[in-house]
């Protein structure tokens, strides 16, 4: 039976981390089917079964809130676009419509298909991506689904972000397993019933993002030409737990990057110029957002070191659409500079034996599509020209 546990923070969350804490709980423990913080500060938990012990709940609750809010310091956000005021013609949840219309359909938690008008919308914005990566001479690449255990390790990724992880395996080189698999695996509630101990250990891992690969295969050698600039669109996964209900956050999505590899100023210049490009773009098809600083979702022991730094070298943006029914913001994409981390740890070097800075502008394109007919509805007619214009119905 579904039981409610209110807990009062022995430290306080202040407002701006309200969010990065909640997100959070959700993976404190398996008991827990949803979780969030009211006005006053007490984190309300939704429990599904009421098997965890309270105690031991209350203390793991604790102690994430105390390792990401305690002396954690006000960021100054800092606002570089301010386009939230645009007048847009809709105001509706599109979600049902796009269910009944057969334009969206939920395969499983956070795993979605797209009918026939999403997908040539997301064909629009691409088509316009590829133009803006031409402008940079970014050249395409292909990249694969699954990422090197033993390469995203070389990139602390497992101490970033273990919380998001999706892993990779199959059975084991061994005939009696598989036979054992093929006579006896079902799918029950809880998942397949297949014993842990048939599965390979992991060596891939589904990718969580599409600018590593980049990096990785730069890997150990000098950069040539001393930079590079290139684009490509990949599936992403990343494991959202109790938040991923609705399109705003899916295990497997889609991203388009454009990614640049060079001196530190080379990245930044790049980065800006990428900017100002979609600016006009954005301004062009009226969407109502804002670009400001931001942080990466850390998980909680990297939590507070990490987004102290990312806000100190202002190293991410993000573009946040206006979502008009519920008067909030998503981040339809970013715009991140990763200073020399990935030089450093992948060892890619500048001629002059420096290690080379990255950066990347990354769009999620199912959220983009989503704020997009948040803002402008399901109606292709009543589309800004450019996109309708653009848009083979
Ligand atoms: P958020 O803070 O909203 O989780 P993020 O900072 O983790 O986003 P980035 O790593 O900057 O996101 O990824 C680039 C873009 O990919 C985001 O701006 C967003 O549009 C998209 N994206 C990220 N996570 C998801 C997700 N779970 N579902 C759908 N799109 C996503
Ligand atoms: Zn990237
Ligand atoms: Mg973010």
């Not at 990401?68 to 105001?91: T, Y």
């Not at 050698?221 to 399109?247: I, M, Q, W």
């Not at 640049?260 to 062009?284: C, T």
């Not at 992948?346 to 394109?365: R, Y």
């Amino acid at each position: 039976m579904a039981e409610i546990m209110r807990i009062t923070p022995a430290v306080t969350i202040p407002d701006h981390l309200l969010g990065q804490v909640q997100s959070k709980l959700a993976y404190v423990d398996e008991d827990i089917a949803a979780a969030s913080i009211s006005s006053d500060g007490t984190i309300e938990l939704q429990l599904r079964n009421g098997n965890a012990s309270s105690e031991s709940l209350e203390e793991k609750v604790q102690r994430v809130v105390a390792e990401m809010a305690k002396g954690a310091m006000q960021p100054k956000v800092e606002v570089l676009e301010d386009h939230l005021g645009r007048k847009v013609p809709f105001a509706s949840d599109p979600m049902s419509e796009l269910m009944s219309r057969g334009e969206l359909s939920l395969e499983q938690t956070g795993i979605y298909s797209f009918g026939p008008m999403v997908t040539r919308l997301i064909e629009v914005f691409e088509s316009y991506f590829l133009e803006l990566a031409t402008e940079f001479g970014a050249k395409p690449q292909r990249f694969p689904t699954l990422i090197s255990a033993e390469k995203l390790g070389r990139v602390n990724y497992f101490r970033a972000f273990p919380h998001s992880l999706t892993f990779a395996t199959h059975l084991r080189e061994d005939l009696d397993t598989i036979s054992d698999f093929a006579e006896h695996a079902a799918h029950e509630a809880a998942g397949l019933n297949t014993p842990p101990e048939s599965f390979a250990r992991i060596q891939a891992l589904l990718s969580p993002a599409v600018c590593y690969h980049l990096y990785f295969a730069l890997a150990d050698k000098p950069l040539p030409d001393g930079k590079l600039a290139a684009t490509a669109v990949g599936h992403c996964f990343r494991y959202e737990s109790n938040n991923l209900t609705t399109l705003e956050r899916m295990w497997d999505f889609t991203m388009r990057e454009i990614i640049f590899v060079g001196p530190m100023d080379y990245v930044l210049e790049n980065r800006e110029a990428a900017r100002k490009l979609v600016a006009e773009y954005l301004e062009k098809i009226g969407l109502a957002y804002k670009v400001e600083s931001a942080n990466d979702p850390f998980f909680v022991g990297e939590f507070r070191k990490q987004s102290a730094f990312q806000n100190a070298f202002q190293l991410k943006y993000e573009i946040r659409a206006q979502l008009p029914f519920k008067n909030e913001t998503l981040a339809v994409g970013s715009y991140n500079h990763h200073q020399d981390f990935f030089g450093r740890n992948l060892n890619i070097t500048l001629p002059d034996g420096k290690p080379a800075h990255t950066g990347c502008v990354a769009f999620g394109l199912e959220r983009l599509a989503y704020a997009f007919l948040c803002q402008f509805g399901l109606d292709s007619t009543k589309w800004p020209a450019p996109i309708r214009e653009a848009f083979v119905g």
